[in-house]
């Protein structure tokens, strides 16, 4: 990779929805691409110094295909150079964060862009087990009527416990008050500004959440935390008849011990839309006919995708112009503004006009 008097980002997979407004970046950096290959190529490729010069990568949920996980293996090899990670998701446990921020390594999510889409996919979720809807949509497709459907349940007066009320929390906790559910939830701390949290939603302990909910919905992210926190223990505190909805991270529950609540009937049903070992789904969920299931399609709308797309797009531009991230995560690493890599990218960004043609390229091997 040759030496450029412009930053250069790396771009792994594809932007589908914001293209113009990512070949918009060239105006103030080199754009390369990497949309095939593997792991095993790209750590290679890493180790021969190809992406050396990159300050900065895009990377899309789907490009984990072509690096894998970006852990601590590929960490260590990524170029000394790059300083940013613009990741396309609201989770990003796709990366070790803590790691890229040991090296100096800011990441960035899409925070806010996702809230609507998923949240409705929550309640299209809520709905749909509630009702056990599995089974006479199943029946109907069969020609067989309504099949052996039983009667569901209606939501009205129903406790929701809410584990998780960010952003995706509180925007489902406003789609959930218009069907008459009463309404807690548990975060590590409680909410202090009523504006994240317009329904009024009181805390509770996370034990008390599990012990008095009708329905438990999950907006978490997947951390050391939060991995496995809902097993066997905690399905026995639960209701009996308990709902189950999660449209954060499969591997929050353990499968295993949700099937089993399933057949012995502590969980009436579920609705999901995340799985432990994705795409791999445990079969007794795929056979049990309490359980809507939908393969993580949480954010499929093409306005979320472009909302996402375009604040990726934002964050990249930020670091071009300002040097720094719009929505770093937690685990962040701040570049000091006047460092070194500050200087080089404010004079590079306000020089549009510099007599280097820029280059929108897809990394070749």
């Known amino acids: 990779m040759k030496a450029s008097p412009k930053p250069i980002v790396l771009l792994l997979g594809e932007i589908l929805y914001a293209k113009e407004e990512w070949h918009g970046l060239a105006e103030i950096a080199e754009l390369r691409q990497l949309d095939h290959g593997n792991r095993e190529q790209f750590l290679n490729d890493c180790k021969s110094g190809l992406y050396r010069g990159v300050l900065a990568?895009?990377?899309?949920?789907d490009s984990v295909e072509l690096t894998g996980r970006f852990d601590q293996e590929l960490i260590d090899l990524l170029p000394r150079t790059l300083k940013f990670i613009s990741h396309n998701g609201a989770g990003y446990d796709q990366i070790d964060a803590e790691a890229c921020a040991n090296r100096g390594i800011s990441v960035s999510n899409t925070p806010g862009a996702v809230d609507a889409s998923?949240?409705?996919?929550?309640?299209?979720?809520?709905?749909?087990?509630?009702?056990?809807?599995?089974?006479?949509?199943?029946?109907?497709?069969?020609?067989?009527?309504?099949?052996?459907?039983?009667?569901?349940?209606?939501?009205?007066g129903k406790t929701l416990g809410i584990l998780g009320m960010g952003g995706i929390g509180s925007a489902f906790a406003l789609r959930a008050a218009t069907f008459g559910l009463d309404m807690q939830y548990h975060n590590r701390h409680p909410i202090v500004h009523?504006?994240?949290?317009p329904t009024k939603a009181r805390y509770v302990s996370f034990e008390e959440l599990l012990r008095t909910s009708d329905v438990i919905?999950?907006?978490?992210?997947?951390t050391g935390a939060t991995r496995g926190m809902i097993g066997r223990q905690e399905f026995g505190k639960m209701k009996d008849g308990v709902v189950i909805v999660n449209t954060?991270?499969?591997?929050?529950?353990?499968?295993?011990?949700?099937?089993?609540?399933?057949?012995?009937?502590?969980?009436?049903?579920?609705?999901?839309?995340?799985y432990e070992r994705e795409p791999e789904i445990h079969p007794g969920l795929i056979n049990s006919d309490?359980?809507?299931?939908?393969?993580?399609?949480?954010?499929?709308?093409?306005?979320?995708?472009?909302?996402?797309?375009?604040?990726?797009?934002?964050?990249?531009?930020?670091?071009?112009?300002?040097?720094?991230?719009?929505?770093?995560?937690v685990e962040r690493h701040t570049v000091p503004r006047g460092g070194k890599y500050h200087h080089f990218l404010f004079m590079s960004a306000h020089n549009p006009k510099s007599t280097c043609s820029s280059t929108d390229s897809t990394i070749t091997r």
Not at 194 to 197: I, R
Not at 294 to 305: D, S
């Open 194 to 197: 009523p504006s994240s949290n």
């Open 57 to 61: 990568i895009s990377r899309t949920y």
């Open 290 to 329: 309490k359980v809507v299931l939908m393969p993580h399609v949480g954010t499929a709308t093409v306005e979320t995708q472009r909302k996402m797309e375009l604040l990726v797009v934002d964050n990249i531009r930020n670091v071009l112009l300002e040097g720094s991230l719009l929505t770093p995560v």
């Open 118 to 156: 998923t949240s409705n996919t929550a309640i299209y979720l809520l709905l749909g087990a509630l009702r056990r809807a599995h089974i006479p949509a199943t029946a109907l497709r069969e020609g067989r009527w309504r099949g052996s459907m039983g009667l569901g349940h209606d939501p009205d």
């Open 217 to 222: 919905s999950i907006h978490l992210p997947l």
């Open 248 to 274: 954060a991270r499969g591997k929050i529950i353990d499968e295993a011990a949700l099937v089993e609540a399933l057949e012995e009937d502590k969980v009436y049903a579920a609705g999901l839309d995340v």
